[in-house]
């Protein structure tokens, strides 16, 4: 696989793939296209992509675990993750990798079982320690280059989305993740 290949043109079977049990997301730049608005009180809004949230959820009902690791606080967040089911939710995180290290601690999880998607330069550390990074199509250049694969869309535009989608096709499990919309 060579760095920064898109994700469109890796084969479905590849050994990564298969081989994830976590998939651990960026934020701001990920789950959302990276624009923070404010009110005039301290009242934050986020954007989420609702095709994320739907591949999320396969994921997750497909038995792979989903965290997400950002170096912000917000409210909005952890209401998208409770709407979501995800529980595990490290924010705050000034190192990344240190953040990784604690789910690898936590889950027993080896780092190659890990992937993880991110957008900017604070998540080139926990790129380096994981099994499958992943860069979102308008990343920082230096995280597209530390990445194993990037999504041919934006990070808060289905990026999270086709990474899903890539991940259960991989395994074998798409058709039965969709099979009860058919």
């Not at 997301?25 to 954007?47: A, C, H, M, R």
């Not at 550390?125 to 920082?140: F, Q």
């Not at 041919?152 to 499990?173: D, F, H, N, P």
């Amino acid at each position: 696989m060579k760095q920064g290949q898109k994700i469109a043109d890796i084969a479905e079977n590849t050994d990564k793939l298969k081989r994830i049990k976590l998939l651990a997301l960026d934020v701001d730049g990920v789950l959302t296209n990276g624009g923070i608005i404010y009110s005039n009180g301290d009242q934050e809004t986020k954007v989420f992509n609702v095709k994320d949230g739907l591949g999320i959820r396969l994921l997750m009902a497909s038995g792979i675990k989903v965290c997400v690791i950002t170096g912000r606080r917000s409210k909005a967040l952890y209401h998208r993750c409770s709407d979501l089911g995800i529980t595990d939710v490290y924010d705050d995180v000034s190192d990344k990798a240190e953040a990784i290290n604690l789910i690898l601690e936590q889950t027993g999880f080896s780092a190659e079982e890990i992937a993880f998607v991110g957008d900017d330069l604070p998540d080139l550390s926990i790129m380096k320690r994981v099994g499958l990074p992943i860069a979102v199509a308008d990343a920082h250049r230096a995280v597209v280059e530390s990445a194993d694969m990037v999504t041919s869309v934006k990070g808060g535009m289905g990026a999270v989305r086709e990474v899903c989608e890539t991940i259960l096709k991989a395994q074998g499990v798409w058709e039965k993740a969709v099979e009860h919309f058919l």
